[in-house]
């Protein structure tokens, strides 16, 4: 089925910026509504950002919302988070997620069915 693999993350300096990518497989990556997520070590799994289906709404969490940026392409089957200005706050392992259903986006992680690995973001002070 849905398969999905992260790449881009690293280790970077306060103020820095980082551009995620999540690469989709099959033909239906224009049925799903996407999201990141990002997890600390011992802490729960928290929403960042999500985008519609063709990428014309999309939906942050209060701490990203003004730095980072959600989109997709796709005829690459990529969607991408651009993280400007980052925190040690944002340090954290960072998922992508798709949502089937017909929701128009989710920020819940028990509406996502399908998950990337992840990709580690550090951010230094």
């Known amino acids: 089925q849905v398969q999905l693999v992260e790449s881009g993350g690293g280790l970077v300096q306060a103020g820095d910026s980082l551009r995620l990518s999540c690469a989709a497989s099959?033909?239906?990556?224009?049925?799903?509504?996407m999201g990141w997520f990002r997890q600390a070590p011992g802490n729960e799994r928290e929403f960042v950002a999500a985008i519609s289906r063709q990428g014309v709404v999309t939906h942050y969490t209060d701490s990203a919302r003004g730095r980072f940026t959600i989109s997709r392409d796709n005829a690459k089957n990529t969607v991408y988070l651009q993280m400007n200005n980052l925190k040690p706050e944002d340090t954290g392992v960072y998922y992508c997620?798709?949502?089937?259903?017909?929701?128009?986006?989710?920020?819940?992680?028990?509406?996502?069915?399908?998950w990337g690995q992840g990709t580690q973001v550090t951010v230094s002070s």
């Open positions: 997620a798709a949502d089937p259903s017909m929701r128009l986006y989710s920020t819940r992680v028990n509406e996502y069915d399908y």
């Open positions: 099959g033909r239906t990556f224009s049925s799903h509504s």
